[in-house]
């Protein structure tokens, strides 16, 4: 799954991560993971992030078939 | 370095050594320390350089983390839930070891030494798996 929080971040005058991190309620770590491509977040964080930038989560998260598998173990273990 | 890869690496750092120690003493010189109170004082003097050094690291980590927002997100609980449950079932195969296999053969300190191996192992898993979740996340999925 690629996305553009990244792009994002630097459009809304270049926020940090650890800002964004702090405005959805994760970590710097984390946030730099997601924009890495090396985490796919919740539903839920997924959404946090699109409102905070006042997008749709399709326009902020796209998915690829064929390399998702990780992604649906880590986010069925996140819950 | 999230809050809880910093505490895998401590974990490790602090425990491995001190039991590689132990154990090598009990499997290489098994006739070092003969009586029952000497083997209860080697593993007593190993649990407390752990605890220590384990204790003192945790300190320092918290002083340096003072002030951060987030220590812990949902992805530090996935990658730590996974680790778990891959360490718990090392850990149940050394208590079905020691618990049901060994007493047939074996009896004293050699079930108190397998069954401590079987905590150490699960712990090293653990805490590896840990370690192998931030760096490669598909392993760890």
Same mark, same amino acid.
């Given at each position: 799954?690629?996305?553009?929080?990244?792009?994002?971040?630097?459009? %809304?005058? /270049?926020?940090?991560?650890?800002?964004?991190?702090?405005?959805?309620?994760?970590?710097?770590?984390?946030?730099?993971?997601?924009?890495?491509?090396?985490?796919?977040?919740?539903? /839920?964080?997924?959404?946090?992030?699109?409102?905070?930038?006042?997008?749709?989560? /399709?326009?902020?998260?796209?998915?690829?078939?064929?390399?998702?598998?990780?992604?649906?173990? %880590?986010?069925?273990? %996140?819950? | 370095?999230?809050?809880?890869?910093?505490?895998?690496?401590?974990?490790?750092?602090?425990?491995?050594?001190?039991?590689?120690?132990?154990?090598?003493?009990?499997?290489?010189?098994?006739?070092?320390?003969?009586?029952?109170?000497?083997?209860?004082?080697?593993?007593?003097?190993?649990?407390?350089?752990?605890?220590?050094?384990?204790?003192?690291?945790?300190?320092?980590?918290?002083?340096?983390?003072?002030?951060?927002?987030?220590?812990?997100?949902?992805?530090?609980?996935?990658?730590? *839930?996974?680790?778990?449950?891959?360490?718990?079932?090392?850990?149940?195969?050394?208590?079905?070891?020691?618990?049901?296999?060994?007493?047939?053969?074996?009896? *004293?300190?050699?079930?108190?030494?397998?069954?401590?191996? *079987?905590?150490?192992?699960?712990?090293?898993?653990?805490?590896?798996?840990?370690?192998?979740?931030?760096?490669?996340?598909?392993?760890?999925?």
């Amino acid at each position: 799954m690629s996305n553009e929080v990244r792009l994002l971040r630097f459009l %809304a005058q /270049d926020m940090t991560q650890a800002e964004l991190g702090k405005r959805v309620g994760l970590t710097r770590q984390t946030i730099a993971a997601i924009e890495q491509g090396r985490y796919s977040p919740s539903l /839920d964080v997924a959404f946090r992030i699109a409102h905070l930038f006042g997008k749709r989560v /399709d326009e902020v998260f796209h998915w690829q078939p064929g390399g998702a598998e990780g992604n649906v173990a %880590a986010n069925s273990d %996140a819950g | 370095m999230s809050s809880l890869e910093k505490r895998a690496w401590l974990a490790l750092w602090s425990m491995c050594p001190v039991y590689c120690v132990y154990f090598a003493i009990q499997i290489g010189f098994p006739n070092l320390l003969p009586t029952m109170l000497e083997r209860i004082g080697c593993l007593a003097v190993v649990a407390s350089i752990h605890a220590v050094a384990y204790v003192s690291g945790l300190l320092m980590i918290k002083r340096r983390e003072a002030g951060e927002p987030f220590l812990e997100d949902e992805r530090d609980r996935a990658i730590d *839930g996974r680790a778990t449950r891959m360490a718990y079932f090392v850990l149940i195969t050394g208590m079905i070891v020691v618990g049901v296999v060994m007493p047939f053969n074996n009896s *004293g300190w050699k079930l108190v030494n397998t069954a401590l191996l *079987g905590i150490v192992l699960a712990e090293t898993v653990r805490y590896a798996l840990i370690l192998i979740g931030y760096r490669r996340p598909r392993l760890a999925h």
